[in-house]
Structures are given as C-alpha cells and as structure tokens.
C-alpha cells in the first residue's frame, strides 16, 4: 500500500483523508518537516509515498491524476506531491534541505509546544505549523530547481488549491462541487486525437463499457485479452468459407475493435499503465490483424478461390507502412533546429475542421480500416475484401511517404546519435551486413543526393524483382540476393543522418518481404505461400517488438537473437539460395521451419523480456494507438 504523509493541522470536516484512502493511501500525519522526514524514511523503499498539505481542497480525480499515475517517477499538483521508488531519493533530499532549514530562531522547540519537553496533547508551534503547512508545495519548488523531472499533470477544470482563510476555503468547496469530476474523468479516459470512426462510432459508448470494467475491479490486459480472443473467434468463422461465418466475423471483428479501444479507455479512466500492457495491446492488434487476413484466406481456400497471395500482400504492405511511420519518429524524434514549410501547411490544414477528419481518414488508420474490412467481409468475398484492402492501405501509404518526404526535404534539421542508432536497430542488420559494413566505412559520408537510402534502393528493388519475374529454381535471384547483402551493408556504414535515411528500414522491410512473397508465389506448389505467410508473419513480429522496445527505452533486441535469425539480409539470401537449391515442395517445407525457427526464437526472447521488464519495475509506459 501507499503512503501520504499529512502536513499541516487537520481541517475538521475535510473529506481529504478519506479520498486519500479510497485512492490506496495508507494516511499518516506530520507536524513539521522533522517527522515528515522521519515517516518518509519509514515507508519501504519499494512503495510510493506522497506529502499533502492537510488543507488541500479539491477533486478526487486531481489527486488521482498527481498522485496515482505510475508513468511518472516524481509527480505535483497544488498542495501535493508524490514519488515512485525511482523518485524517491531526490524527495528525500528536497525533504531534508527543508528539515535542515526549518532549525531557525522562529521555529526552535520551545518548553510547553511541541519540543522534547512538551506533553502529551500540547499544540505545536505557530512557526513550526506554517512550515509543515506549506511544505509540499516548497519541495515541489526544491525538486524542480534541482532539475528533477518532475510531472505536473493538466488539471483543466479540475480544482486543486490549498486555501489560506475560511473564506477561501469556502470559494474552493464551492468550485469543487461545481465541477462534476467524474465527468471529465470519463471524457478523458478517450484519446484527444483519434480517427472519424473510433471518435464518433466507438468511443462514445465504449468508455463506457471501459468504467463498467473498472468498476468491477477488471484490468486493461484482460480486457486486451479478451479482444484478442474475440478477433481469434472472428478468424475462424471467417475460415469456414460460409456466408453465416463471413457475417459472423465482421460482427466479431467490430467486437474485438469496441475492446481494443476499450483497454485504453480503461488505462487512462483508471491509471492502470504498464509496460507489459503496452506491448501487449501493440503486439494483439498486429496479431489480431493478420490472423484475421489468414482466417479469409482460409476461407476463401475453402470455396475454391487461392488469396494466399492476396493476404501476404496485405500484411507486407501494412507492415512496411507501419515501419515508414516508426522510421520517421525515430529519425525527428529529438531534431534539432526542426523548421519545414511542409509541416508549416500541415499545422495550418489542421485549423481548418474538416480537412482534420479528411485527412485521419485518408491515412486509413486502425479504426476505418478495420471497419472496411469487418464490413466487406459480411457482404462480399474474401478476394474483393483484400482488393479493396490493399488498394485503400496503398494509397494511404503513398500520401503518408509523399508528405514524410516533402517534409524531410524542406527542413533544416540536425539529426542526433540517438535517432542515428535507432535506425540502425531498425534496420535489424544481420552478421553479413555487419561484416561488410566494417569494410566499408570508406565510403563517400553522404550517399546520392544526401541520403543512403539511395544506396539501399537498387539491391532492393532488383532482388524482389528478379524473385517475381524469373522462373522458379533460377539462380539471378541468388546473385541479386548477394547484390542486395552489398548495398545493404554499404547503407548502413555509416550513421544515418540524412535527410531521407529514415527510409532505409522501410526499404529494407519491402525487399525482404517481397522476396519471400515473390518466391512462394512462383513455386506455384499448395502451401508455398501460407508457409511464406508464416514466414513472414514471424520476422514481422520481431520488427515490430524492435520498435516497442525503442519506444519504451529500453534499447534494441539483443545482438545474439539478431544474429541468430540471420538479419534482413541474411534471410533474403537463405531464401533465395533455398528456392535454388530445392523442388518446390521441398522449398514449402524449408520455408515452414525456418518459419517455425525464427517465430521459437523471437517470441520466447520477447516475452522473456517484456515480463523480466515489467516485473523489474521499468517505467510504465502506455502505446496510444498505431499511427497510421
């Protein structure tokens, strides 16, 4: 349990002790900063402890929101603040420089008050009970000129104050009883920029269903759980190739979206984040997604129509969008001296209302996406459902890439070491590229036109090339293979820096999984392409657990798994090497172990470290949604 030690004299009728215990808070009482100090210094390191100005006024939900939210080692509001185990030792140094101040002439112990030669029940000192009076908002001040960081969460109409007469007091109660703070809790327990579908179909009633499970003590990982369940459901009526199964999972599919945004909502209406939750409500939707493209392709097996193809396609292409957008954070994330007109025009459209809604909409983001497909899946087939997927999901690709560019070209940026590094975690190079790479350092520090993505693109694109158009068994894609090994190898080199660098991931992710779908697609055998689909499905959910490690701070996956799974580069020669190498059939079975292979390996890493992570304390972080 929590502890929140009390300064200042009681107010009678205050109903502050009450809510300080309804939000987990065991309540103690300080006289001065001296037994402040003494009862901080008793409450176990591994728990959180918060001082409160015993005069506080305000709503309950301001105290949750200063006090309770666990992405925050140190935290204040007006009359409060609050330390983690992880902020703990800089209140305890704001609280000592204040007990080392409050020895002065007009607050020394005195016989009769509150020293050691007073009785029992005597009264402390005026000077002594100004000092414990305003003491929470004095270490406040001390931690934030010490440099800590120190969050101070939006309040909004929310009233937190600490008033200095009766009158005022009075002028506090009435304004806290003027504000329904249950209300804005729930209106902000849903995200402030979310899409046209999820903010006016699913979030008005969803939040909702969010305080409902809240209210019955469920969390936002079972609730993240039961979406994913519920989408799983909704593959497998889908994969019975029936009309009633179609429909039935595109009613699921919506289901399973009302409790992916409702795990969020409950997140933030109850301040239960963890850094175990994030990365489970990031990985379930991916997982959601594509077993649900697997399921109709399933599906549409059953009624005599092949869309493996189809399918893979959906999952490369919106994986590969997915990595333009992480790219492009990671590479501006801390840009210095970060101007463009393009991002200028951008700032300005979204003054304008409906261009806001027109624009969320066209970037075709979770919510609409997965109304569409939900939607087709009902009333039409499987192969015009993937047609119209993939048509939207590229155009949507083409308008974010194309204005990601603008942007990188038309503003004068210098970008840090630390975004240098994370595009080269997200370039996920294997032992060959790092070999070569070593070699050539040599190399000019600017690739054509500033950018190595340059460098990159021409073994890219022959290699998915030469594995779509030439026969199956045929040696070009090895060579090419080979080819795209070098320029990979030469991308990486050195930093990436430029302007346009941040696309060398996205390129690195198109060429590996085109090669892998192009190939499958050409053994022209049954289970080529699911066994591809696998495949894939496996090295993409090691990209994705890249970023989610990135995002959370906690570094790249380690060297020895990358190695292990050979890098983008690797695999791509592997697989074609393979396809030379082996029959058709032969080539199917290939692709299902190494399938197997790297999915055992990712996902048991992953999840050994995302639970040493999450009970290791790290920072509790909450992924607000995809970004496309």
């Not at 937190?160 to 009075?170: F, H, S």
């Not at 994913?228 to 889908?238: D, E, V």
């Not at 080269?424 to 690739?447: C, I, Q, T, V, Y």
């Amino acid at each position: 349990m929590s502890t929140a030690i009390l300064t200042g004299q009681p107010v009678p009728g205050s109903p502050l002790e009450s809510e300080l215990r309804s939000l987990g808070f065991d309540v103690r009482a300080a006289s001065g900063p001296g037994e402040a100090e003494a009862l901080l210094a008793a409450v176990p390191a591994d728990r959180r402890v918060a001082v409160v100005d015993a005069r506080f006024v305000g709503h309950e939900h301001a105290l949750r929101l200063g006090l309770t939210d666990p992405r925050f080692p140190l935290a204040a509001i007006p009359g409060a603040v609050t330390a983690q185990p992880a902020g703990r030792q800089a209140l305890t140094r704001a609280l000592a420089r204040e007990n080392a101040g409050a020895d002065t002439p007009a607050t020394t112990d005195a016989p009769g008050t509150d020293g050691p030669d007073a009785g029992d029940g005597a009264a402390p000192a005026p000077g002594r009970t100004a000092l414990a009076a305003g003491l929470p908002d004095r270490l406040a001040a001390g931690l934030a000129a010490e440099g800590a960081d120190l969050h101070r969460p939006e309040l909004g109409r929310l009233v937190a104050t600490v008033p200095d007469d009766p009158q005022a007091r009075n002028e506090a109660r009435q304004a806290v009883a003027a504000v329904d703070d249950e209300a804005i809790r729930l209106k902000s327990a849903v995200k402030a920029r979310d899409g046209f579908f999820t903010t006016f179909c699913i979030s008005p009633y969803s939040r909702y269903l969010a305080r409902w499970c809240a209210r019955r003590g469920l969390t936002p990982n079972q609730v993240t759980t039961a979406s994913l369940l519920t989408a799983l459901i909704a593959a497998g009526c889908a994969a019975t190739g029936t009309r009633a199964g179609f429909v039935a999972a595109g009613v699921l599919l919506l289901a399973s979206f009302v409790l992916d945004c409702t795990d969020g909502q409950l997140a933030r209406y109850s301040l239960q984040y963890s850094t175990l939750g994030a990365w489970l409500d990031a990985t379930f939707d991916r997982a959601k997604e594509y077993a649900y493209y697997a399921g109709l392709a399933l599906g549409a097996a059953r009624g005599g129509d092949d869309v493996w193809a189809l399918a893979l396609g959906a999952m490369v292409l919106q994986t590969c969008r997915h990595v333009v957008d992480f790219s492009f954070n990671e590479a501006n994330h801390d840009a210095t001296a970060n101007t463009s007109p393009t991002a200028a025009l951008s700032d300005r459209l979204d003054g304008v209302g409906w261009t806001v809604w027109a624009r969320r909409m066209i970037v075709l983001p979770i919510g609409e996406r997965w109304a569409m497909i939900a939607v087709l899946t009902a009333v039409t087939t499987p192969r015009i459902t993937f047609y119209a997927l993939l048509v939207g999901c590229s155009f949507s690709a083409l308008y974010t890439t194309a204005g990601r560019v603008l942007r990188s070209l038309t503003r004068r940026a210098s970008r840090t070491d630390r975004a240098a590094r994370a595009l080269a975690d997200l370039a996920d190079s294997g032992p060959l590229a790092e070999a070569l790479a070593g070699r050539l350092r040599g190399l000019p520090a600017r690739g054509p036109l500033g950018s190595r993505a340059l460098v990159a693109l021409p073994g890219a694109a022959l290699v998915v090339a030469a594995a779509a158009l030439t026969p199956y068994g045929g040696v070009l894609p090895v060579a090419l293979a080979g080819l795209y090994v070098l320029t990979s190898a030469a991308a990486v080199a050195l930093p990436l820096k430029g302007a346009l660098d941040w696309l060398v991931p996205p390129l690195f992710r198109a060429a590996e999984y085109g090669t892998v779908l192009a190939l499958a697609a050409r053994a022209e055998v049954n289970g080529a392409l699911p066994a591809a689909y696998g495949l894939v499905a496996a090295v993409a959910y090691h990209h994705y657990d890249t970023v989610y490690r990135i995002r959370g701070n906690a570094g790249a996956p380690p060297r020895w798994l990358v190695r292990a799974i050979g890098g983008h580069e690797g695999r791509v020669l592997a697989v074609a090497v393979l396809a030379a190498l082996l029959t058709a059939s032969q080539f199917t079975v290939a692709l299902t172990v190494l399938a197997v292979a790297v999915a055992l390996l990712v996902l048991a890493e992953s999840i050994r470290f995302w639970v040493t992570a999450h009970r290791g304390g790290a920072p509790a972080v909450h992924d607000e949604g995809e970004p496309a």
